[in-house]
């Protein structure tokens, strides 16, 4: 027919003979009943599909050469494009039809099984007659109905459920959803729907969510839900400014605890414990953030912010942190592992880097470490090096020349005391044993020199040690530091019970005063040993009101010291040690005035350090504003502490007085460097 030029009324008449098949089909899918019609559709769209299959094939010739010379639709599509007109948009056929798969989703929502081949099958045919028949006929509708759903059901939910309880119905919804599309519809829907499930379910909640008394994110927190915690941190990044909301709670939360641990003044009565807390607060929202929030930088930030900003907070924090390490290294570390110790020590760094005021705590850590290394009471010299190389690679050399130093002068004074014992060990016979630890005066923390009446038996050996050195080093000068020597005494009490007692050069110097007198009033002893007040009082108190060692007794018997009291020598004195260690009664952590001084000693380094940061940056930029010079030197010194504006005009004011700069004449503000 083509050939003869029949091809528009073989076209014409394809179209009215499949109209009129395609009519007749529609009334008898209409006619079926109930469950019958999704049934006896998709049978239909199958016969469907065959003949149209069939047709293409018997009318391949009009397909190749008549419909694309005059444009017209193809035989495949046409009969497609006939089905969606007569069939599918029939008025009767589409409402039922959009209800019918609406109704299935529903009922699967709520628990029921449906056929789900059969709604692959519906849903495939509404594809394929075009995205726009899917999107307009069934997807439009179902999104409409998806987010009524939804929006009551998580009224519903919030009003009964914890916060717990409710993510993790969201967190089933929402899979629900994924797996639906998976199963029976286009996966360009997943997109969509999960939107209106995020949207009703989570976005509209969130702040009451995260809000909820007794089970929101704080509770979550404190309790160590990590799982809930998970979940709600995998659900909120659905949505927009979720996790923006977490974290700004969550950072809240850990500045108000924060500022609370360091105002709490139980807290602060034992700087280690305190150390210890904030180690374990730091360790726990680790493990929350590891865990729960996926190692989430932008938490891991918000911590390390909120962390620096309460430490901050309380001055004496520097104080504690070295307080903290001493303890450690004094005895906490004890038998542990070396990856303990490291791990112990990674942490304190952890905290020193939050630290604004890094040259505080440089300040301590020299005190405590010389005690430590004076003293041999320092766990490890393997773990004490370790941290002075942590610090080093924090701060720089600069920072740790010194601490390298002191422990140079402990080598170095090892090698001296063996010199001296070679050379003079004949002449010191039977008398007492020097061990000295020459310190070089710049490396070591700057003691007040005390003056102190050593005993003359004591005296002569110094002398001797004296001479030996200075013989062998030119152009140096000793003083001696009674207040950080020990001694060992070998004591005799009633009934020629023997002891050797461990004790502090002060220490020593009272007890031998009793080898002459059996009673001494605190006069007597401050006058021949010139040991200062405070000194006096602890070493004596030591002496003479700790339990166990109390190898001097006291009159009147009473906790303190007063200058009124007087002193024997305790006969009935026992111990089932052989060796008795008796401690000075120590202030662990300094007390107010011992704080101001410090600072004031901190504050009188910082003015170099801050004249050396304006002079370079000067004679760099040669003219300068006032508050850029303020912004520089504060950027060049914020690794070691944070500069007070206040203190750097004094300082330029300084340098301008000793002609370094000059203002500008023109600009009061603007200050000029002088070669």
Not at 111 to 133: A, Q
Not at 571 to 585: A, E, I, N
Not at 618 to 640: G, P, Y
Request: proline share 2%; with cysteine.
């Amino acid at each position: 027919m083509v050939l003869h030029k029949f091809g528009e009324k073989l076209y014409s008449g394809l179209v009215t003979t499949m109209t009129s098949h395609l009519k007749e089909i529609s009334n008898s899918i209409e006619a079926a009943q109930g469950g019958l019609f999704l049934d006896e559709l998709n049978r239909k769209w199958a016969d469907h599909n065959k003949a149209l299959q069939m047709i293409r094939d018997i009318l391949m010739y009009m397909d190749r050469t008549f419909i694309p010379n005059t444009h017209k639709t193809p035989v495949h599509e046409l009969g497609l494009n006939l089905w969606r007109d007569v069939v599918i948009h029939s008025h009767a056929i589409q409402s039922r039809l959009q209800a019918i798969l609406l109704e299935n989703v529903r009922r699967e929502r709520s628990g029921e099984v449906i056929d789900r081949g059969l709604m692959r099958s519906i849903t495939k045919m509404l594809m394929d007659l075009g995205p726009s028949v899917y999107q307009d006929d069934f997807e439009k509708h179902f999104l409409e109905v998806s987010a009524d759903f939804y929006r009551l059901e998580s009224q519903e939910f919030i009003e009964s459920c914890d916060c717990g309880e409710y993510l993790k119905k969201a967190e089933r919804r929402l899979n629900e959803e994924i797996e639906r599309v998976s199963h029976y519809l286009d996966t360009r829907s997943e997109v969509k729907i999960t939107n209106v499930v995020e949207m009703e379910m989570i976005e509209s909640h969130m702040h009451r969510l995260v809000q909820m008394e007794n089970s929101g994110l704080i509770n979550m927190i404190v309790d160590e839900k990590y799982e809930d915690l998970g979940r709600m941190y995998c659900l909120f990044r659905r949505v927009s400014n979720g996790l923006v909301l977490i974290r700004d709670v969550m950072t809240s939360y850990i500045r108000d605890t924060g500022k609370q641990l360091l105002t709490d003044p139980e807290r602060l009565k034992d700087p280690v414990d305190f150390v210890q807390h904030l180690l374990d607060l730091k360790d726990k929202y680790d493990k929350i953030i590891t865990s729960a929030f996926k190692n989430d930088k932008t938490f891991q930030n918000a911590l390390n912010s909120s962390f620096e900003y309460f430490i901050n907070l309380n001055s004496r924090s520097p104080e504690f942190i070295s307080l903290f390490v001493d303890d450690k290294l004094r005895k906490g570390l004890r038998g542990v592992t070396e990856e303990d110790v490291e791990l112990v020590l990674d942490k304190v760094m952890m905290l020193f880097r939050y630290l604004q005021e890094k040259d505080v705590f440089e300040k301590y850590y020299k005190q405590h470490l010389a005690k430590r290394l004076l003293s041999g009471k320092s766990v490890s010299d393997d773990a004490e090096r370790s941290l002075i190389v942590k610090l080093k690679t924090e701060c720089g050399y600069q920072f740790t020349s010194k601490l390298e130093g002191m422990f140079t002068d402990m080598k170095t004074s090892q090698d001296t005391m063996q010199g001296f014992h070679a050379s003079h060990g004949s002449d010191i016979g039977d008398g007492p044993m020097l061990s000295v630890q020459v310190l070089t005066t710049g490396s070591w923390p700057t003691q007040p020199i005390t003056t102190c009446n050593l005993p003359a038996e004591i005296l002569g050996i110094c002398e001797k040690f004296r001479n030996y050195y200075l013989g062998t080093h030119t152009g140096r000068r000793l003083s001696w530091q009674t207040n950080m020597g020990t001694a060992d005494l070998k004591a005799t009490f009633g009934k020629g019970q023997k002891h050797e007692l461990n004790v502090s050069t002060y220490q020593m110097c009272v007890l031998m005063l009793f080898n002459d007198a059996d009673r001494l009033s605190y006069k007597e002893i401050e006058q021949v040993t010139e040991i200062p007040t405070s000194d006096l009082k602890r070493c004596l108190q030591s002496l003479a009101c700790v339990k166990g060692k109390n190898v001097l007794r006291k009159e009147p018997m009473s906790k303190d010291i007063a200058d009124t009291d007087t002193f024997l020598f305790n006969d009935k004195y026992t111990s089932k040690f052989f060796k008795v260690k008796v401690g000075t009664v120590a202030a662990q952590r300094e007390s107010e005035p011992e704080n101001q001084e410090t600072r004031q000693r901190v504050e009188e380094d910082r003015k170099p350090q801050i004249e050396a940061a304006i002079v370079r940056i000067m004679k760099a930029r040669r003219v300068l504003d006032h508050n850029n010079i303020v912004a520089e030197v504060t950027k060049q010194l914020q690794s070691r502490f944070l500069p007070n504006p206040v203190v750097i005009k004094k300082r330029i004011e300084s340098l301008i007085e000793r002609e370094f700069l000059e203002r500008d004449k023109g600009d009061r503000k603007l200050y000029r460097y002088l070669a």
